[in-house]
T-cell receptor, first 114, second 116 residues
Framework: RKEVEQDPGPFNVPEGATVAFNCTYSNSASQSFFWYRQDCRKEPKLLMSVYSSGNEDGRFTAQLNRASQYISLLIRDSKLSDSATYLC???????????????FGKGTLLTVNP | DAMVIQNPRYQVTQFGKPVTLSCSQT?????MYWYQQKSSQAPKLLFH???????NEADTPDNFQSRRPNTSFCFLDIRSPGLGDAAMYLC???????????????FGPGTRLTVL
């Protein structure tokens, strides 16, 4: 099983649609979780950290289910400017040590059409 | 604004000609990372520094080296670039290496390396 697995996509949706991204992770010792957004040929940018209680930022809602090892991102009322690749990122313990490192999913490409 | 800066943004080098990429940060973070990202792939961690302590990923080729002369700066040296090293190189920083949200990473804009 891959450490971080995302919907392969791509997703093509019309403006105003609601779109949901799903992600699963394999290491139950993971403690922190993130969604990053990456525009074409640009760097990843932190979109949201994901907390156990769930969190919302405007049109974006992130949820975490530790029992199922599942993370989701919901985008409501999607805009053209939401078109990007969305990366699920999980902080996973490094083998043999107390350090952690971020492990990236392969990303899901979203295109919002007019 | 606190930020991560990379120079140059675009670098063209010849096969086998050493190249150095630069990263600086004003976040005063303890950890600096270098990633390699190829088209349609996730970023791949090459190595990181926690303060002056260097940690190399097991599968990072010897061709890639790094230096961190002080808290603010970190360099990526590619000793003999091959065609397969053409990629985007991303620098990132975080406050710490723990499992919590102090490990949140902030990326620079990247350097796009072309090897001729």
């Amino acid at each position: 099983r891959k450490e971080v697995e995302q919907d392969p996509g791509p997703f093509n949706v019309p403006e105003g649609a609601t779109v949901a991204f799903n992600c699963t992770y394999s290491n139950s010792a993971s403690q922190s979780f993130f969604w990053y957004r990456q525009d074409c040929r640009k760097e990843p940018k932190l979109l949201m950290s994901v907390y156990s209680s769930g969190n919302e930022d405007g049109r974006f809602t992130a949820q975490l289910n530790r029992a199922s090892q599942y993370i989701s991102l919901l985008i409501r009322d999607s805009k053209l400017s939401d078109s990007a690749t969305y990366l699920c990122v999980v902080n996973i313990p490094s083998s043999g040590g107390s350090n952690y490192k971020l492990t990236f999913g392969k990303g899901t490409l979203l295109t919002v059409n007019p | 604004d606190a930020m991560v800066i990379q120079n140059p943004r675009y670098q063209v080098t010849q096969f086998g000609k050493p190249v150095t990429l630069s990263c600086s940060q004003t976040l005063n973070h303890n950890v600096m990372y270098w990633y390699q990202q190829k088209s349609s792939q996730a970023p791949k961690l090459l190595f990181h520094y926690y303060d002056k302590d260097f940690n190399n990923e097991a599968d990072t080729p010897d061709n890639f080296q790094s230096r961190r002369p002080n808290t603010s700066f970190c360099f990526l040296d590619i000793r003999s670039p091959g065609l397969g090293d053409a990629a985007m190189y991303l620098c990132a920083t975080s406050r710490d290496l723990g499992g919590g949200y102090g490990n949140t990473q902030y990326f620079g804009p990247g350097t796009r390396l072309t090897v001729l």
